[in-house]
C-alpha cells in the first residue's frame, strides 16, 4: 500500500506556481520523500527527492515541513508542458531494497 | 546506453499465447525493477532484482508471471497463457547507489514501457 496521500486534480494557470500537497504522516526517519511525474504515454521521470531539508533544482522545489509528516511539490513557472501525473513517493525497505511504491498521484492540468 | 532500453515498445498476442518482454538498464545499474500500468491506473510493482538475483518478487500477481535477469544486466519478464486482464503497460526501472550529502539514495531511471494488448 502506497504510504502516501495526494489531492485526485488540481489546476493552475500557465505561468504561475503550482503546489502540489503530499502527506506521509507515518514516515520513517531514514526514509526519503521522492516525487516523479508522469506524461501521459511516458514512463515516470524523477524530479526532486529530500530527507529533511528543502530542496531546489532546475525543475522544482520541495518543501519538507519539520515533522517530516507532509511536503509540497513547487513548480515555480508551471507551463502547458508540465500538465502531468504527479506521484509523490517514500522509498520503502532498507539497504539494497529500495523499491517504490506509486499511489494514484495528483493529475495537474495547466491552463492557458 | 544512455536511457533504459525495453523492447518490443508495442505487442499485441492472441490469448493463451506467451510473451516475452526485454529490458535494457543503464549500464552498470546493479538494480532493476519491474512494473506494471493498467490503463488509467497507478503503477503497480511486480519484482526487483539486485545483480541477479531477485530478492522481492512480491508483485508477481500470478505463477504465469516470471522474470530473469542474466549478468547483471538485462532482464526478460515472460508471461505464460496470456490473458486479456494483462493487458498494460509494462515499464522498467534501473538504479545505482548515489552518495548524496548526508545519505545514500538512489537514482531511478524508467524506460519507455511496453504495452502489451492481449486479444
Known amino acids: 500500500d502506497a504510504k502516501t496521500t495526494q489531492p485526485t486534480s488540481m489546476d493552475c494557470a500557465e505561468g504561475r506556481a503550482a503546489n502540489l500537497p503530499c502527506n506521509h504522516s507515518t514516515i520513517s526517519g531514514n526514509e526519503y520523500v521522492y516525487w516523479y511525474r508522469q506524461i501521459h504515454s511516458q514512463g515516470p521521470q524523477y524530479i526532486i527527492h529530500g530527507l529533511k531539508n528543502n530542496e531546489t533544482n532546475e525543475m522544482a522545489s520541495l518543501i519538507i515541513t519539520e515533522d517530516r509528516k507532509s511536503s509540497t511539490l513547487i513548480l515555480p513557472h508551471a507551463t502547458l508542458r508540465d500538465t502531468a501525473v504527479y506521484y509523490c513517493i517514500v522509498r520503502v525497505g532498507s539497504g539494497n531494497t529500495g523499491k517504490l511504491i506509486f499511489g494514484q498521484g495528483t493529475t495537474l492540468q495547466v491552463k492557458p | 546506453g544512455a536511457g533504459v532500453s525495453q523492447s518490443p515498445s508495442n505487442k499485441v498476442t492472441e490469448k493463451g499465447k506467451d510473451v516475452e518482454l526485454r529490458c535494457d538498464p543503464i549500464s552498470g545499474h546493479t538494480a532493476l525493477y519491474w512494473y506494471r500500468q493498467s490503463l488509467g491506473q497507478g503503477l503497480e510493482f511486480l519484482i526487483y532484482?539486485?545483480?541477479?538475483?531477485?530478492?522481492?518478487k512480491s508483485g508477481l500477481p500470478s505463477d504465469r508471471f516470471s522474470a530473469e535477469r542474466t549478468g547483471g544486466s538485462v532482464s526478460t519478464l515472460t508471461i505464460q497463457r496470456t490473458q486479456q486482464e494483462d493487458s498494460a503497460v509494462y515499464l522498467c526501472?534501473?538504479?545505482?547507489?548515489?552518495?548524496?550529502?548526508?545519505?545514500?539514495?538512489?537514482?531511478?531511471?524508467f524506460g519507455s514501457g511496453t504495452r502489451l494488448t492481449v486479444v
Open positions: 526501472a534501473s538504479s545505482s547507489r548515489q552518495s548524496i550529502g548526508t545519505g545514500r539514495i538512489y537514482g531511478y531511471t
Open positions: 532484482f539486485q545483480g541477479n538475483s531477485a530478492p522481492d
